[in-house]
């Protein structure tokens, strides 16, 4: 990129260094300078231009718009967006709410969970949404453009580099080859022989214009001229010539004459025959082609040569016509478009593209499927009574598996219950009668159907979900089977190594009469463990294999105990320790594949892939216990009720009340009541080979043991809606275990005798119990239990009640809630509960409801995201029904504190989610509610009042988006429930409404230009989302209201801003202007009165007239916008430039305006940057391509005063400015060496310009003396023009870099070639003589500037190495024959025309 030119100095030290105090300091000089000239009156604001009120002109110009044969260009299209409904896509064959749940549910918070995963998506539609973006995001893709034909040019010729001769000449759908071949000589006087034939290298290459040579060649190096050309679109024929010599054919040309040409080989000759036919007859369909379109216009043609009675038509008809045809099928639209071949269009940037928004889904950690194969001990026999059957355990075992962290110290999941006996040992049980699926939730019939009994007795797979994998977590197995005694002497014949079948009937024979007696109590054994993972990136470990089987021990059986032993588990010295069980256990695990089938969730809900086969099995689903942070918490979708109960100890040893209290059972049970014959309820899940759902369930007996630990857990599926009487039983027996039959045979054996009660209410304050509890043990259980209270002083409320030893907190207990239909945190569940009292806050008393509103504030990280949605619903909801400000400003800081938590957190895409699928408006009904978006709107300027809490304030300012995106959404859906969307855009909201959105914006816009230093980050965020807000607004709100609102914004930047706020600015504009409807925004149309007759009556504006920017609003704000930033530093004009480039290459592209017509009237919208451009011509004027800084002559007369080149600012000056001309004197001396130019005696050649009505954009003189730019004024284009644009801007008269230009002349081509004649020959016409000296000079800066230098010049450039100077006459003329003499007849024609302009610049 080139520098701007550098200050002429001496060899040794810069005039201005010198000048300096002391050295080094310039830096900050200038820097000072720069400041006192930036902070000068001179940079006044530009006047801001209304705009036209775009709802009544469209009313008035009904008609116009309507006849006019583009008024899709003009007219917003009626089907712009609608709402709809999208069903709500989850993973399971049936909805996971029960059926009877909604009817169930009483409280606020239940209900609205249960509506929020039963609700379906309301989404917002937008048709041309995806032409709302950037060009990058057109839905017709951009294509990556084919390769362009490759013309070999004169400047490259003498490059001498041996290309592969395929690279060079191909071209699309173009055919190449390349190879030796025996040349016949040509000479027909003389007989061809086989001694006349020479080898030669022959190359086919296609020309520029389509057609082919083929050249020969002495050697390979075909970079060179070759000896001689044979041209293909003079060939009729190639055929076989086998006379002279063998492989030979001959070309058959039009003039009679042949070419002889050989190959080394059969295959080789046919393949040159071949490739040369092709080529012939692709010529001929080209012939016939031209001929059909030469036909279908021959009667067109014919009247218009019969009409004509002079000029070149008449005399050179066919000429004529031939041009004219190869015109037209240069302007077909299927030409390379001018942006294809711009790098900028080229670049993959997805810096602009908003995130892909997903709906709420279940998200799990990394799955794992766990196969359970085989348990099999050293001690085994036949267990059947004939001794007929295969060899298995001697006893049934059962093994329970669930994952350890022993990272973080906690049991991460649920249990999975596995039952691996063999058939023949299950027999030894008791049999249960097995009851259908009707647990805690009342399942259909249909899903009885789905689900078998059968199929789901014995599981033997199940998929665990870790969140957050890593080397330390465990699968641990925990062995249990049927209560005979002591751990030790119960696994006493399983640590021996001798096999004796003796030992194996004892155990046998004991194993069955337990079996019979004591079949449903379980006892502890044993316990292995393997590890899951390799690494932290959830890769399985599948070599691992579980460790040996270690006997349990009856004193570390808690999970705590298991925790303690998984940490050595990697020390062998530590665990050679542990006694050993002689055993294997087969369990083998597996990634989970997305379309795994026939598998139910942890509540039994299966999945859609799910087959009804009684015999096939099912994979159950093991719930996760996620941590409870918020970065691991997702919204929760589905309906999911459970609690799991540990009982952990029981202190019985100082117990008075029992004789006998040693192998206790506890027995947990969940009730609803505490009346005496209460049935409890079938809630609890049951165990392999039992019912699905049971009634009660039993922990793991410890024999002999006073004080036992537990380790069992209990899971049960809660009620729907709890109560208050809702609660844990648990029955303690003393469990018998020796047979007495040793004994008299007329006692009655006792197997269990209880031994006290306990109780847990499972509400407190509304919400579920979950801390580790100590509870009282009752010796009875009297009617009413529930309602005992001490209270104090020996009296007591309630039943009389037996306490063992002394009410002493003998149990303890905890329970673990997995809910999405209850809360922990008791500040959500208070505010839930006072909504649910008032109404939510219609009937509330303000200062209480916002008590409540701040006590939301503290609510947990976790369980905020887990109910997003549901709590946000509930604020909106709040919101609308406020009937005090406060109350309104209170909810909006709740929902800002959630919006920022989840920003916070990484969680923005939940809030993105809700916006987009799960948030829906209220329904209004207009004398009760209001809308979420007037009442949003009005406490966001609340919050951004000055006096308002800042911290607050920022906040809202950085998440700006989640509030535009609900206002958009809001005032969608309310268009079109309350049918408001058919009204007339003005009525479609109260003026309330319309206030409070100017209001929002009026207070938005100085935050963002008074905290881009403080807080970058907030203010950058607020500027795009309002943007994004004012851009959405013109599908919903009233036009003309709309830019009013970019004026209010506009307002607040001036010229010599921070290059920040520039950035801001641009970035708003660049986003208001990708609008899909941009181009009906702009009404491109005329706007003059009566017809128009000529076409130098058009009605068109080539400077930025106040009219223009009037009638055309957006695209006149963004041109003087443009063209102020052009009198910024470098930085400010790329912005600047490259959004206004961008928006041309989306109009370019976009296939809604790809014909001719449509771009011809987008073009009509950019002619004053003709008049831009025109007034920075100096700066464009830039001949050199090489991107190494120069010094080109300045083109200012002699007479006139020379501007130093380095002085990039020069000020007009203007009668009224109270400046200190001294003060200019110095700095203008100080920064350049020389004397200041503002003397009064010195003509300023840039002031000129401000004689004339012009005031926009200054430019130095481009060659013509000052009388003469004077006297034409009054024909110049803007005699109409009314004031200055800009004002009193600071001029800048240094050139811009290569890049600019290269940017800004592109964007001038392509309204060139837009434009219709019609629109050029006006401007012609209209232009003054010096404007139009301009306008050519910027068409000669395009050739210069696009000019191909040649791939030495390239190649050089990119290795840093300075520019080639060639005097080569042409450098870019393809080396091509002259086949039609087109261009010839082309610049005849345009020679006829009666035009004094001179073309000295061309």
């Not at 009638?1111 to 530093?1129: K, M, P, S």
Request: proline share 5%.
């Amino acid at each position: 990129m080139s520098q701007p030119p550098l200050l002429s100095a001496s060899a040794e030290t810069r005039k201005f260094t010198r000048a300096l105090s002391k050295p080094g300091t310039a830096a900050e000089l200038r820097q000072s300078v720069s400041e006192v000239v930036r902070g000068s009156v001179l940079l006044a604001k530009p006047k801001l231009i209304e705009p036209l009120d775009y709802e009544n002109v469209i009313v008035q110009k009904k008609t116009q718009i309507l006849n006019d044969g583009l008024r899709e260009m003009l007219l917003f299209p009626y089907d712009d967006f609608q709402t709809a409904t999208l069903r709500r896509q989850g993973r399971y064959m049936c909805s996971t709410v029960p059926a009877d749940a909604q009817e169930e549910a009483q409280s606020l918070f239940v209900t609205e969970c249960i509506k929020t995963y039963n609700s379906d998506w309301h989404l917002v539609n937008y048709k041309y949404e995806d032409y709302s973006g950037e060009f990058r995001q057109l839905p017709n893709k951009v294509a990556k453009l084919d390769k362009l034909p490759v013309h070999v040019y004169e400047v490259d010729e003498e490059v001498d580099k041996d290309e592969d001769a395929a690279s060079l000449g191909s071209q699309k759908g173009g055919i190449t080859k390349h190879g030796w071949l025996y040349k016949g000589n040509m000479n027909s006087a003389i007989s061809v022989t086989m001694r006349s034939f020479k080898r030669r290298f022959f190359h086919l290459i296609q020309l520029g214009d389509g057609s082919y040579n083929l050249n020969f060649y002495k050697d390979e190096k075909i970079s060179k001229e070759p000896k001689g050309s044979i041209f293909l679109d003079s060939c009729m024929g190639v055929v076989q010539n086998n006379k002279v010599r063998r492989f030979a054919f001959e070309l058959k040309m039009q003039d009679k004459s042949s070419y002889l040409l050989a190959a080394d080989s059969e295959v080789e000759m046919e393949e040159w025959i071949t490739t040369l036919n092709k080529i012939l007859q692709l010529n001929f369909e080209a012939a016939m082609q031209e001929k059909r379109n030469g036909d279908s216009h021959e009667d067109d043609e014919q009247s218009k040569l019969e009409g004509s009675g002079s000029g070149l038509d008449s005399y050179l008809p066919e000429l004529a016509k031939s041009t004219r045809e190869a015109e037209i099928k240069l302007k077909s639209e299927s030409r390379v478009k001018l942006f294809y071949l711009d790098p900028d269009a080229q670049k993959l940037d997805f810096t602009s593209a908003e995130p892909e928004v997903k709906p709420f889904e279940e998200k799990f950690g990394k799955r794992i499927l766990v196969k359970c194969n085989d348990l099999s001990f050293n001690l085994q026999c036949c267990v059947a009574e004939n001794e007929e059957g295969p060899t298995t355990n001697v006893e049934p075992f059962f093994v329970t598996l669930s994952l350890f962290d022993i990272k973080y110290n906690r049991k991460i999941s649920a249990d999975f219950h596995v039952d691996l006996n063999h058939f023949s040992v299950r027999q030894m049980l008791a049999t249960t009668s097995p009851a259908l699926v009707n647990g805690g939730r009342k399942s259909s019939p249909a899903l009885q159907d789905i689900l078998h009994e059968a199929a789901m007795q014995y599981p033997k797979q199940g998929i665990f979900s870790v969140t957050c994998p890593h080397p330390d977590i465990f699968l641990v197995a925990r062995i249990e089977k049927v209560l005979q005694g002591s751990i030790t002497h119960g696994a006493e014949p399983y640590m021996k190594s001798s096999d004796s079948s003796k030992v194996a009937q004892k155990v046998l024979k004991n194993a069955k009469q337990a079996c019979q007696r004591l079949g449903q109590y379980r006892m502890p054994f044993a316990w292995a463990a393997r590890t899951l993972f390799k690494d932290a990136s959830g890769n399985l470990d599948k070599n691992a294999r579980f460790s040996a089987l270690y006997r349990q021990d009856s004193n570390k059986l808690s999970n705590d105990d298991m925790l303690k032993l998984l940490a050595d588990f990697r020390k062998p010295e530590k665990m050679a320790k542990l006694p050993v069980i002689l055993g294997n256990l087969d369990i083998t695990i597996d990634n989970v594949s997305s379309d795994f089938p026939n598998y139910v969730n942890s509540s039994y809900i299966p999945m859609k892939q799910f087959e009804t086969c009684s015999k096939t099995p099912i994979t159950f689903e093991v719930e996760e216990f996620v941590p409870c942070i918020p970065k691991h918490t997702q919204p929760y979708t589905i309906y999911n009720n459970h609690l799991y109960v540990y009982p952990k100890y029981l202190k019985y040893d100082s117990q008075k009340s029992f004789a006998k209290a040693r192998n206790i059972a506890i027995c947990i049970e969940f009730k609803d009541s505490d009346e005496e014959d209460s049935q409890p309820l079938k809630c609890i899940y049951g165990r392999p080979g039992g019912p699905v759902f049971t009634r009660s369930a039993f922990a793991a007996v410890l024999h002999h043991h006073q004080n036992p630990e537990f380790y069992d857990e209990i899971k049960i599926e809660l009620p729907t809606q709890l109560h208050e009487k809702h609660h844990l039983l648990f029955t303690f027996f003393h469990v018998s275990c020796d047979n007495s039959s040793k004994g008299s045979t007329k006692k009655k054996d006792v197997v269990e005798t209880q031994v006290g009660y306990s109780w847990l209410p499972l509400l407190k304050d509304g919400r579920v119990v979950t801390s580790e509890q100590h509870v009282p043990v009752a010796a009875n259980l009297p009617s009413g239990y529930l309602g005992y209270q001490e209270l104090g002083m020996g009296r007591h409320y309630g039943p009389e009640i037996k306490w063992v030893d002394g009410s002493k907190p003998l149990l303890k207990v905890s329970t673990h809630l997995v809910s999405t239909v209850y809360t922990q945190d008791q500040h959500l569940h208070n505010f839930f509960q006072y909504c649910q009292k008032t109404e939510s806050g219609a009937q509330a008393l303000g200062s209480e409801l916002v008590k409540y509103l701040k006590s939301l504030h503290a609510m947990e990280g976790h369980v905020m995201i887990a109910f997003l949605p549901t709590i946000l619903n509930q604020l909106f909801r709040v919101l609308t029904r406020a009937t005090q400000e406060e109350v309104a400003v209170n909810v909006t800081r709740v929902i800002i504190h959630v919006v920022a938590q989840c920003h916070e957190e990484g969680l923005e895409s939940h809030l993105r989610s809700y916006v987009k699928y799960a948030y829906k408006a209220e329904p209004y009904v207009a004398s009760e509610y209001k809308t979420v978006h007037e009442e949003l709107t009005k406490a966001m300027t609340t919050i951004l009042k000055p006096s308002a809490d800042f911290l607050t304030s920022n906040k809202l300012l950085k998440y700006s988006w989640f509030f535009f995106d609900v206002l958009i959404k809001s005032m969608a859906q309310h268009l079109i429930e309350n049918s408001k969307v058919k009204l007339l855009r003005n009525q479609r909201f109260p003026a309330s409404y319309h206030h409070a959105v100017e209001t929002v914006v009026n207070m938005l816009t100085p935050h963002i230009t008074q905290k881009f230093r403080d807080n970058p980050e907030a203010s950058k965020h607020a500027n795009h989302s309002l943007a994004v807000f004012i851009k959405r607004c013109f599908t919903f709100m009233d036009r003309g209201f709309v830019f009013k609102q970019i004026n209010n914004y506009i307002s607040c930047f001036a010229p010599g801003d921070p290059k920040t706020l520039f950035e801001y600015k641009f970035e708003f504009l660049r986003v208001v202007c990708n609008h899909e409807h941009y181009i009906p925004l702009n009404l491109p149309m005329p706007f003059g009165k009566g017809r128009i007759q000529r076409y130098q009556d058009l009605q068109l504006d080539y400077s930025l007239t106040d009219e223009f920017c009037r009638n055309h609003f957006l695209v006149g704000l963004l041109l003087r916008e443009v063209g102020t930033a052009l009198q910024e530093f470098r930085e400010v004009r790329l912005i600047a430039i490259s959004v206004l480039k961008n928006l041309l290459i989306k109009h370019s592209f976009d296939d809604r305006y790809a014909s001719r017509s449509h771009q011809a009237r987008i073009a009509t919208l950019y002619l004053p940057l003709f008049g831009l451009l025109i007034e920075n011509v100096q700066r464009i004027n830039v001949r050199d391509v090489s991107p190494f800084p120069v010094n080109p002559g300045s083109t200012v007369k002699e007479e006139s005063l020379p501007l130093p080149a380095a002085n990039p600012l020069v000020t007009p000056q203007k009668p009224g400015i109270a400046l200190d001309n001294s003060l200019h004197k110095d700095l203008f001396g100080a920064i350049s060496g020389i004397a200041s130019p503002y003397t009064t005696s010195t003509p300023n050649i840039n002031s000129v310009r401000n004689a004339d009505s012009r005031g926009s954009l200054i430019s130095t003189d481009s060659g013509n003396s000052l009388p003469e730019r004077n006297s034409e004024k009054s024909n110049s284009l803007d005699k109409h023009q009314q004031g200055g644009t800009l004002g009193n801007s600071v001029v800048r008269c240094d050139k811009l870099d290569q890049s600019e230009i290269k940017s800004l002349l592109m964007c001038f081509l392509y309204i060139l070639k837009s434009m219709s004649d019609d629109a050029l020959f006006t401007y012609w016409n209209k232009a003054s003589t010096s404007e139009l000296m301009d306008f050519f000079t910027i068409s000669e800066v395009c050739l210069h500037q696009f000019q191909y230098m040649g791939k030495r010049y390239i190649a050089r450039n990119q290795e840093g190495l300075g520019p080639i100077v060639h005097d080569r006459k042409s450098q870019t003329l393809p080396v091509s024959r002259n086949r039609t003499g087109m261009m010839h007849a082309r610049l005849q024609q345009l020679g006829s025309l009666d035009n004094s302009l001179t073309f000295n610049h061309m």
